[in-house]
């Protein structure tokens, strides 16, 4: 049987979160307000670290930076951010492991909770045909700054790699790979045959060594 290998994005391909780094580039832009936006920023960041982040109080905010405008204005943002900070973000040690996997003729899976409208170029740079992320509402072209059909944070990522492997014939966990960083990531983790931490924080690293998992400081 084909082989699945799911990939985290943020802090596991690459080096740090996507989503607050765009909403870092959008205040550094003047696209949003500096103290308010930076200062809670800062506090979700510290949130989801700590495992305690509130998901759709989070996602809003991130999703209020590109509320109102155009698919097509928020697509040439994304170019400019793409060049100037996600691709110095990308770990090069990741891109090795990421290619043995194609070479080896694993069906490939980008899993995230950070919003779609931010994850599908990441994706689409990396080669990903296959992507799970939190998906934006998009009425008449334009961003309504909701999301829809549920979370893809911890349960909420799991249940949906669960739908998509359903969907794509695979109908349990043996010969899954899964790679991240996080304790938000635990629920897959413990359901996939080979867990992988990368990078991990402490509360991962701890539950990693406690049950043998493969460990990669990719640093």
């Known amino acids: 049987m084909k082989q699945l290998t799911i990939f985290d994005l943020d802090n596991t391909i690459l080096k740090g979160d996507s989503d607050y780094s765009w909403i870092k580039y959008m205040i550094d832009s003047g696209f949003v307000d500096k103290d308010e936006y930076t200062t809670k920023n800062n506090y979700f960041y510290e949130q989801y670290e700590k495992g305690l982040l509130d998901f759709d109080e989070y996602t809003i905010f991130a999703l209020s930076t590109i509320k109102g405008k155009s698919v097509n204005n928020i697509n040439n943002l994304m170019k400019d951010f793409m060049e100037k900070i996600i691709e110095p973000m990308i770990n090069i040690y990741i891109l090795k ?123």
Do not use: C
């Not at 045909?129 to 961003?143: F, H, L, S």
């Open 97 to 219: 492991i990421l290619h043995d996997h194609n070479h080896n003729n694993d069906e490939m899976l980008l899993a995230s909770a950070t919003n779609s409208a931010v994850v599908n170029p990441i994706a689409k740079r990396l080669g990903f045909n296959n992507v799970i992320a939190t998906e934006v509402e998009i009425i008449d072209d334009i961003y309504s700054g909701n999301y829809i059909n549920g979370s893809a944070l911890g349960e909420g990522k799991k249940d949906k790699v669960m739908q998509w492997m359903e969907l794509n014939g695979f109908h349990d966990f043996k010969n899954t790979t899964f790679y991240s960083d996080s304790i938000n990531d635990l629920p897959l983790l413990m359901e996939v045959e080979k867990p992988v931490a990368v990078n991990p924080d402490n509360q991962l690293r701890e539950i990693a060594l406690k049950n043998n998992w493969q460990i990669e400081d990719l640093l």
